[in-house]
């Protein structure tokens, strides 16, 4: 093996062992805790994107989410709340620029007893719109809440990963 290759060996194995030991991971990954292995996953509204986009999240991180009692611990989602205001007027005298809120409590309860929360976490994006393309401001809307979704999902296993149990 030429010097040139063991030298590129060597720093490969360098650079891997130090983004390992500093704690570096993917994001959408958690590190849940043992118990929190199986999990139940309750909604006031069953038929929520939220509920899918957190069940997905928990699932994709190696938890398995049964709709029954089987396990101690249940995660309880409350309603996703959405607000929509706008901030800014243009020459016009339409909206140019709209504030979207999403919302949603949250609580992790073992065996009826309260393990976390409950707590409400929330988002906040601006957005900027065509006063003269309606259409383009709902889909935009939609795929801003989409995303909003996605990391509300990833704050609960966030706080998941942080309980005490």
Do not use: H, W
Request: with cysteine.
């Amino acid at each position: 093996m030429s010097r040139l290759r063991q030298f590129q060996l060597v720093a490969a194995v360098l650079l891997i062992l130090s983004v390992s030991s500093c704690g570096f991971a993917l994001r959408g990954t958690a590190n849940l805790p043992a118990a929190l292995q199986t999990l139940q996953l309750a909604s006031v509204d069953p038929t929520s994107d939220l509920l899918r986009e957190v069940s997905r999240a928990l699932r994709s991180n190696g938890v398995t989410v049964v709709d029954t009692d089987q396990t101690p611990y249940r995660l309880g989602l409350g309603r996703e709340n959405s607000t929509e205001r706008t901030l800014s007027v243009n020459s016009n005298a339409r909206a140019g620029e709209y504030e979207l809120e999403l919302s949603v409590l949250f609580q992790l309860t073992q065996s009826g007893s309260t393990v976390l929360g409950p707590e409400t976490l929330s988002l906040t994006r601006v957005y900027l719109t065509d006063p003269e393309n309606a259409v383009a401001k709902d889909e935009e809307a939609e795929l801003i809440r989409q995303e909003m979704r996605r990391e509300l999902a990833q704050q609960i296993l966030r706080r998941l990963q942080a309980a005490n149990l």
